[in-house]
């Protein structure tokens, strides 16, 4: 059985790499339905955060919640996160479709081909996705990279500035995209310097500086 | 999903890519067959002196190109930071260790099996009796040091010194698991018997359980951080 929660939340969050404070101590509270912008200088740790949500990475303090579980769960929470991050985490050798097929497996997805295809056609990669990823242009691996994300219908939703490479119309597709995510009861958390993006999609905007929120939870 | 069907998943896709690029196979393979030839041809050896040096060219070759393999495998890793879709996923940590120690053990296994016959063929060994104790022993010496260097490659995700750590860290770890192998193979180039080689199978399936065992165990902690 999948687990649910219908927040996260974090508290005291810290994160250092050696000496250096990536995040100093953030407490924050995300709920089902909204989007998240954060936005901030870069180093201000807004991709730290993204990365210890993601469990890629444990914090040094502080804890995090989804919902009632913690990390202690950790195996069976990345079934309900989706994470597009700002290095793709693709297979270039694979194609578009082969990186999906792969990434639904490993969900357990059933029809995992099935449900790439479907992906595929919804984010319009028709004409590429059995290509080598390595062929891509940036904005069409950002989109196999987003379709990846959202293959298991994740309760919350990771995004490192996701509008990097996309086109304009693309971009508004994009947009409608997170739309439906926020209508199905997503949790989407999203990291972006483009403060029109942010501002055309987000029910509120958190500014970052040196690992702390400074505005406007500060 | 349980920890051998993810690590199954992990493999498939490792050949898949390989199946595909040929990079491993025709680059290690191509430098195994350098080094047994250009021992072959720098040793003079007769009848008396090849069952002595033949092991250690056939070992060396194996160590270098496995090296090469494990590299190469783990390289498609961090290319795109592609490791860490493998990392988001909902899969036990060690499956990732398993599957990739699976397909680097089934890419090196298959270059060992062009370079045995070509080592025997150089050397002028008698393959009459000896090919199913030799195919075994490579086997099992190869998934001791692949076991052994996948774990450290796994840790090499997060460092930088990466190939120091590989060189440093695992030539002297697997060193017993070699030195077994190559002095089984010596034997068994002399004349010996399968009986008499059983005892330096047994000393290698020890080592292999015990390397394999710890880098399940390890594993799960090694790439659960970054």
């Known amino acids: 059985m999948k687990l649910d929660f219908e927040e996260v939340s974090v508290a005291g969050l810290a994160k250092s790499y050696g000496p250096t404070l990536a995040l100093a101590g953030v407490d924050l509270r995300f709920e089902a339905g909204k989007v998240t912008a954060i936005q901030g200088s870069n180093g201000s740790g807004k991709s730290t955060l993204l990365w210890l949500l993601a469990m890629l990475a444990y914090p040094t303090r502080g804890e995090i919640r989804y919902g009632r579980y913690g990390v202690s769960r950790a195996d069976e929470l990345r079934g309900r996160i989706g994470f597009v991050a700002h290095q793709l985490q693709l297979y270039p050798g694979l194609s578009g479709h082969e990186n999906l097929v792969l990434a639904a497996k490993l969900q357990s997805i059933p029809y995992a081909e099935k449900r790439a295809t479907d992906l595929c056609e919804a984010l319009s990669l028709g004409e590429y996705w059995n290509r080598p990823v390595r062929t891509y242009s940036r904005g069409q691996a950002q989109r196999v990279s987003i379709a990846r994300a959202l293959l298991h219908q994740p309760r919350l939703l990771l995004m490192d500035e996701p509008a990097t490479g996309l086109d304009v119309r693309s971009t508004e597709s994009f947009i409608d995209l997170i739309e439906q995510q926020k209508r199905e009861g997503a949790i989407v958390l999203i990291v972006t310097h483009e403060a029109k993006f942010a501002g055309a999609v987000a029910d509120r905007i958190l500014h970052m500086d040196r690992g702390r929120i400074v505005g406007p939870e500060a | 999903m349980n920890t051998l069907r993810a690590a199954w998943l992990v493999a498939l896709k490792d050949l898949q890519l390989e199946m595909r690029s040929k990079e491993i ?90 370079l045995v016959p070509l080592c025997l063929v150089f050397f002028q060994i008698e393959p009459a009796g000896i090919m199913l104790p030799l195919l075994a022993l490579v086997f099992l010496g190869s998934l001791g040091f692949v076991s052994t260097a996948s774990l450290f490659s796994a840790v090499g995700i997060r460092t930088r010194a990466r190939d120091l750590m590989l060189s440093v860290l695992v030539f002297p770890l697997v060193a017993p698991a070699l030195l077994a192998s190559a002095v089984a193979t010596r034997e068994l180039f002399a004349g010996a018997s399968m009986a008499e080689v059983i005892g330096w199978i047994r000393i290698l399936t020890a080592f292999d359980l015990l390397f394999v065992g710890f880098g399940v165990w390890v594993s799960r902690h090694l790439l659960a951080e970054t």
Not at chain 2, 33 to 58: E, H, K, Q, R, W
Not at chain 2, 68 to 81: F, H, Q, V, Y
Request: negative net charge; contains cysteine; aromatic residues 10%.
């Open chain 2, 25 to 114: 196979l025709t680059s290690t393979g191509l430098f195994a067959i350098l080094v047994v030839t250009l021992g072959s041809l720098a040793f003079y050896t007769d009848p008396v002196s090849s069952p002595n040096v033949a092991p250690g060219v056939l070992w060396i070759s194996i160590l270098f190109c496995g090296i090469l393999l494990i590299g190469r495998s783990w390289a498609l890793e961090r290319e795109n930071d592609a490791v860490f879709g493998l990392l988001l996923a909902p899969i036990p940590r060690p499956s990732i260790y398993i599957g990739k120690t699976i397909s680097a053990l089934v890419l090196l296994f298959t270059i060992e099996l062009l």
